[in-house]
């Protein structure tokens, strides 16, 4: 008979198959400012309910439960995080758990300049930043606004307040901005700046997804080869981060490192044997997967009364059932309700 792991014992953040959580992924918003065309409709979507979303105590609470249980690492996410009023408050008030856990973000950058420098003095330790091309009008099309200019200024400023390494992440689409990804390699490489591309999800509104137009990692090594030279890291230095590395050879960041490009290939070459990552929602809700098609409720039993160990007790319960992969691929692979700006990166 399997039983559940005893939350009082660290780790206690293990499933099934014995992967244990330590990367915590907390959504504090789905409100964006952009409208790009992989994630949402023009006209946006319904936004959550303010009552609905976690209050900063709230936020805060679980994520202490959550690092009591073995969480190290913090990505605070959305929706666009920095459209959360209170988002430094959040950072700091984060920054004096202990144990002191890595606290990064994902942002899309576009208001990242004027808070920056407050957030690194907060306790962020660094940020990623989506910017999936280069070119003005490919963005313009791609977000459905004109604020490529926002996200530059806002990636000079995290460089310039210590937020690094800044990464970059970058999905490929074929036919939109599939041509320019050795130009956007070369303008972080430029600049400092660690370029990790990701293979396109099923994770939109529109579940509009196709997987023959989606611009696998094989196709992405073989563009970027045509103008740089890859060199394969091994795969034992990858542990469990999603990304695989390859040294662009004859590039230096700005530390004099060597220069790097990873591919997270989540759907060609999936890394869930591998997986230390759990989520939390903007409304409460954990989930052991980013393709769960379930999840479990925090906030009700929080606002209920429930005790720190209540509440671990239905954190390491959802993770126990966490399946051993997302399924993208199955037959019966149904893409989950929520989308990725409801979910949290």
Sequence with gaps: MTTLPDPRVRPALVDGFGRVARDLRVSVTDRCNLRCTYCM???????????????DDELVQLV?????????????????????????DVVRRIATLEPHPQIAMTTNGVGLARVAKDLAEAGLDRV???????DEQVFRDLTRRDRLADVEAGMTAAAAAGLTPVKVNAVAMRGINDEGVADVLGW???RGYALRFIEQMPLDAQHGWERAQMVTADELLARLSERFELRAR??????????????????????????????????TRPFCGDCDRTRLTADGQVRNCLFS??????RTPLRDGATDDELKALITGEMWVKRRGHGIGDPDFEQPDRPMSAIGG
């Design 64 to 88: 202490r439960v959550f690092v009591e249980l073995g969480v190290t690492k913090v990505r605070l996410t959305g929706g666009e995080p920095l459209l959360r009023r209170s988002i430094v």
């Design 41 to 55: 409709p023009a006209e946006g979507l319904p936004w959550m309910p303010r009552p609905e979303m976690l209050t």
């Design 128 to 134: 990623n930043v989506s910017l999936d091309t280069i």
């Design 293 to 298: 098609r379930t999840e479990t409720d925090l």
């Design 234 to 267: 091994p795969e034992s230095a990858r542990g469990s981060a999603p990304a695989e590395l390859y040294d662009v050879v004859g590039h230096q960041d700005l530390e004099g490192r060597q220069a790097t490009v990873g591919i997270i290939a989540s759907v």
């Design 188 to 190: 972080c490489l430029d």
